[in-house]
């Protein structure tokens, strides 16, 4: 049984990392429901970006209306696209794809005001989404890319300057 493990920055950029690379898994095998595991990366996310600072310090409200906002306008988004879908004017493809990326661009301008993770979560999406549309066999290099950010996420946090 799991006793109360601390969900420190680095394990949480494990988890996102994770759930990324499942995204890339999932939109390379199902490209035409894809969409529905993006949406579900979207409230994930933001999630992750909004808990901490509701968690931690309740009191600063300025910064969680803030976060608040900025993950509103990526669901507002992500709803407009899912208009379009609906519409017949995206192909389902094209709506995973347009969601990720909407995603990407959200958790790497989260990450620029916030955290260096939500940084490279973005950069990762980002190049799922690149990858997605124009290369064939990218799931083995995003495989290594996120062991890679995910070891130095690791000694990061190890030398103790969290974030």
């Not at 493990?5 to 890339?24: E, K, N």
């Not at 808990?51 to 209306?65: C, E, F, G, H, V």
């Not at 379009?84 to 661009?105: D, M």
Request: with cysteine; charged share 10%; hydrophobic share 50%.
């Amino acid at each position: 049984m799991i006793k109360n493990i601390p969900l420190t920055p680095h394990r949480l950029f494990a988890g996102l990392l994770a759930l990324s690379l499942l995204g890339a898994y999932i939109t390379h095998n199902a490209q035409k429901n894809c969409h529905y595991y993006w949406l579900f990366m979207l409230l994930i996310l933001g999630l992750a970006s909004i808990a901490p600072i509701y968690l931690q310090t309740p009191s600063d409200r300025k910064s969680l209306q803030n976060r608040l906002l900025h993950w509103a306008g990526c669901v507002f988004a992500t709803v407009v696209i899912y208009a379009y879908h609906n519409a017949g004017r995206l192909y389902h493809e094209e709506t995973g794809l347009l969601i990720l990326l909407v995603l990407a661009i959200g958790a790497y301008t989260d990450g620029l005001k916030n955290s260096f993770r939500f940084t490279l979560i973005g950069i990762f999406l980002g190049l799922v989404a690149i990858s997605a549309a124009y290369v064939d066999a990218y799931l083995w290099p995003l495989a290594i890319l996120a062991s890679a950010a995910g070891a130095w996420s690791y000694h990061k946090d190890k030398k103790g300057s969290g974030a």
